[in-house]
């Protein structure tokens, strides 16, 4: 039984970091190679994928440095961010559905476009 359970945390470990090594490469060279500043969404797929990279490195913070003094304040920075990018994300498909709805565009739709609310 101590293998397996070995073998699980191996798995986890390696799973972590490999979140955490994506997500942070992403949130680089997105930040980097994109003009990501100049459109709301850009702006929100960069926010959106920093707060994803923070909650992956906080999990990986934990095997190495165990349950340090100010783990909760990160926890809690964390998940304000996840809740605030998320509702953010909601609003943006509401408004752009909002502007894209048939009575100001027209019933035909452009290649893609899917209705999604309303």
Not at 38 to 67: K, N
Request: glycine fraction near 8%; aromatic fraction near 16%; hydrophobic fraction near 50%.
């Amino acid at each position: 039984m101590s293998q397996l359970h070995g073998f699980w945390l191996a798995f986890y470990n390696i799973a972590i970091y490999a979140c955490v090594l994506g997500s942070l490469s992403f949130v680089v060279l997105y930040g980097l190679f994109v003009r990501w500043w100049q459109t709301e969404e850009g702006r929100h797929l960069f926010s959106y994928s920093l707060a994803v990279a923070d909650a992956f490195m906080l999990l990986g913070l934990r095997p190495i440095f165990g349950d340090f003094s100010w783990r909760p304040v990160l926890v809690l920075f964390c998940l304000t961010s996840l809740v605030a990018v998320i509702w953010w994300r909601l609003s943006l498909l509401i408004r752009r559905q909002w502007r894209n709805r048939p009575s100001q565009r027209g019933p035909e739709r452009g290649p893609g476009e899917e209705k999604i609310l309303g």
